[in-house]
């Protein structure tokens, strides 16, 4: 905490110095754009109110010193203390948070995803309650991202939000990240787009953002492109989500009892038959086959996915590959086989998905035709 306070005293410095501090925020505030929402200048009864809920991870991370930007222990200062780090949140909303969980997002489990999805369902029901933001481990943040859009019914904002950097580095990028979180959270011009994550001033929907690089703060990307930017309080939008999501989902969080278990298979040069019955022995109702390729299949592998289908489990192919997305029937006869195309979704996305649709029944041509609509 010591270097903490060092830093915001520099930046106190620096405001001090071009002659900013303490300037009311509506005189930085610039003339207003159409289609922007400026919450600065609100008064505070009439600032939105945005409820942060805390999960852990590198934003509530610390290491030993400035310059432990990677080694570091994630989840350890509680929300209370994130938030009272940054005043700046107070001229954005009435923020208030909530200690869901305090663990890296690498330990999230259905469990986790069940309960901070019926949080997330309860708040936005509130009238008293304009918009959320989740902090999060960004290892699996893209994951708990796209199930919330799945699962929460609303057009309030939810913004999912973390950091590459603990609070205690050099040019750490949390409180920024946060700032930029509570206002799409709390702007009525993100109503209805479903959930965004906001990482390194940009706005991505849950559904298209993946972590891809793991040490840049720059670590989000999306092969389609981010929905927007926001910098400096302000929202620049240049796409808006065309896929299913929040109130438009046939997948509803307050009637999800239980997932059931769904299990990825990893494709590689050599790979054997192990795993899958593995899997299959251990429960899996679904396997996602995380292929070469277009989605590929080893030889020797296709005997014991359609054994395993046999057994009742559902086969998906996905990729491996990062980009680009798999063809229905390339590669392998899906129609013959009866298995289902993971279309752009990574395999454990397609996991998420699968568990959704098992949960409710699907046959394997609703869940392809799921793949095609979210
Ligand atoms: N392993 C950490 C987590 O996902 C990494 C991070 O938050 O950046 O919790």
Known sequence: MTSFRFR???????????????????ALAQDAVPGVVTTAAAPAAARPHVVVLATGGTIAGAGASAMNSATYTAAKVPVDKLLAGLPEL??????????????ASESFTNDNLLTLARRVSQLVKQPDVDGIVVTHG??????????????????????????????????????LNLVNAVHVAASKDARGKGVLVTMNDEIQTARDVNKDVNIQTGAFKSQWGPLGMVVEGRNYWFR?????????????????????????VYAYGNVQPTAVQALVAGGAKALIHAGTGNGSVADRMVQPLRDA????????????????????????PDDKYDWVAAHDMRPEKARLLTMLALARGASTSELQRMFWEY
């Open 138 to 175: 960004t290892d699996t943040l893209a994951e708990t991202a796209y199930f919330l859009g799945l699962t929460v019914h609303t057009d309030k904002p939810i913004a999912v939000v973390g950091s590459m950097r603990p609070g205690t580095a050099l040019s750490a990028d949390g409180a």
């Open 90 to 103: 107070s001229q954005v909303a009435r923020v208030s948070g909530e200690q869901v969980f305090q663990i």
């Open 309 to 332: 289908q046999a057994q009742g489990v559902m086969i998906v192919r996905s990729s491996r590959v990062p980009y680009g997305f798999v063809l229905r029937n390339a590669e392998q």
């Open 240 to 264: 808006a989500p065309i896929k299913r999501h929040t109130q438009q989902s046939e997948f509803n969080i307050d009637t999800i009892e239980r997932l059931p278990q769904v299990d990825i």
């Open 8 to 26: 915001s005293s520099l930046v106190a410095a620096a405001l001090a110095l071009a002659g900013l501090a303490g300037a009311p925020a509506a």
